[in-house]
């Protein structure tokens, strides 16, 4: 795994942090391959029960890494690339927001600083977000001519409304951590120094809990955008009968009616 990106797995728990701290953990090329990577490998060990996803330094994470991208365009200008630099978001982009939006295992992110462009839209992917008091989002795509990548157009919709997001993308700027709690982006706001605590602390309650459950209810959430009510209705039976039939059901039901704690095995 490449430096950039530091991959931990401790009790069922994958932190993968991003680690380009100089550059405010701007996306390069070797970042996002090194974190696809990490998601996939998370995705698919059984071992790992919920992921965390981090930023090192002052910055979540603020999307393309520009130095390079001018390099990289200005290449494929002069016929001297190596193809289309903007098949970053088929390569890249699209498999690391599928990774995150479709493994079945909760992701948390733990947004320490600023998340902008594709970073927003990695933590716009995640299931749940804690944000420090310090920090901020930006959509930023329409301030360098360009459109939304990275999920934004599906999930930021779906967080605060297609009004919204419309203003958002058209109109980039700043959202605080208050106003990002008031939006519906935030799930929880706390104070910077307490962020790195507090994101683990909740990773790890659902690292410990019933994990078929949380992927069952990923994908009924996932379906249910896209699909009618009765739709929506025939999926939840299907998953219902699926979880109802889980070791982890009969472990919670066994423990509820001995008032015991359940210890869920992820089956």
Same mark, same amino acid.
């Given at each position: &795994?490449?430096?950039? +990106?530091?991959?931990?797995?401790? #009790?069922?728990?994958?932190?993968?942090?991003?680690?380009?701290?100089?550059?405010? !953990?701007?996306? !390069?090329?070797?970042?996002?391959?090194?974190?696809?990577?990490?998601?996939?490998?998370?995705?698919?060990?059984?071992?790992?029960?919920?992921? $965390?996803?981090?930023?090192?330094?002052?910055?979540?994470?603020?999307?393309?890494?520009?130095?390079? /991208?001018?390099?990289?365009?200005?290449?494929?200008? #002069?016929?001297?690339? #190596?193809?289309?630099?903007?098949?970053?978001?088929?390569?890249?982009?699209?498999? %690391?927001?599928?990774? %995150?939006?479709? &493994?079945?295992?909760?992701?948390?992110?733990?947004?320490?600083?600023?998340?902008?462009?594709?970073?927003?839209?990695?933590?716009?992917?995640?299931?749940?977000?804690?944000?420090?008091?310090?920090?901020?989002? !930006?959509?930023?795509?329409?301030?360098?001519?360009?459109?939304?990548?990275?999920?934004?157009?599906?999930?930021?919709?779906? $967080? %605060?409304?297609?009004?919204?997001?419309?203003?958002?993308?058209?109109?980039?700027?700043?959202?605080?951590?208050?106003?990002?709690? =008031?939006?519906?982006?935030?799930?929880?706001?706390?104070?910077?120094? #307490?962020? @790195?605590?507090? @994101?683990?602390?909740?990773?790890?309650?659902?690292?410990?809990?019933?994990?078929?459950?949380?992927?069952?209810?990923?994908?009924?959430?996932?379906?249910?955008?896209? /699909?009618?009510?009765? =739709?929506?209705?025939?999926?939840?039976?299907?998953?219902?009968?699926?979880?109802?039939?889980?070791?982890?059901?009969? %472990?919670? +039901? !066994?423990?509820?009616?001995?008032?015991?704690?359940?210890?869920?095995?992820?089956?």
């Amino acid at each position: &795994m490449a430096d950039t +990106v530091l991959y931990d797995l401790t #009790e069922g728990l994958a932190t993968i942090t991003l680690n380009r701290p100089d550059a405010m !953990n701007a996306l !390069n090329i070797d970042t996002k391959v090194a974190l696809r990577d990490a998601l996939l490998e998370a995705a698919e060990d059984p071992a790992v029960r919920a992921v $965390l996803l981090i930023g090192s330094g002052r910055a979540f994470c603020v999307g393309q890494d520009l130095k390079e /991208h001018i390099g990289l365009l200005a290449a494929d200008r #002069e016929g001297s690339g #190596e193809g289309s630099t903007m098949s970053t978001v088929s390569l890249h982009y699209n498999p %690391i927001v599928t990774a %995150i939006a479709g &493994m079945p295992k909760p992701v948390v992110a733990a947004v320490n600083g600023v998340a902008a462009g594709a970073g927003a839209g990695f933590a716009f992917a995640a299931d749940y977000r804690i944000v420090a008091d310090t920090a901020s989002f !930006n959509t930023s795509f329409a301030g360098v001519a360009l459109t939304a990548d990275s999920g934004v157009s599906w999930t930021l919709q779906r $967080l %605060i409304g297609y009004g919204r997001a419309a203003d958002l993308l058209l109109f980039p700027r700043g959202i605080d951590a208050q106003e990002a709690l =008031e939006l519906g982006i935030a799930h929880r706001v706390v104070p910077a120094d #307490e962020l @790195a605590t507090e @994101a683990a602390g909740v990773a790890r309650r659902l690292a410990e809990g019933p994990t078929a459950a949380y992927a069952a209810i990923k994908e009924s959430l996932a379906f249910a955008a896209g /699909h009618t009510l009765t =739709e929506a209705l025939a999926k939840e039976d299907e998953l219902q009968r699926r979880a109802g039939a889980s070791d982890d059901h009969a %472990i919670a +039901v !066994n423990a509820f009616v001995n008032k015991q704690k359940p210890r869920f095995t992820g089956r």
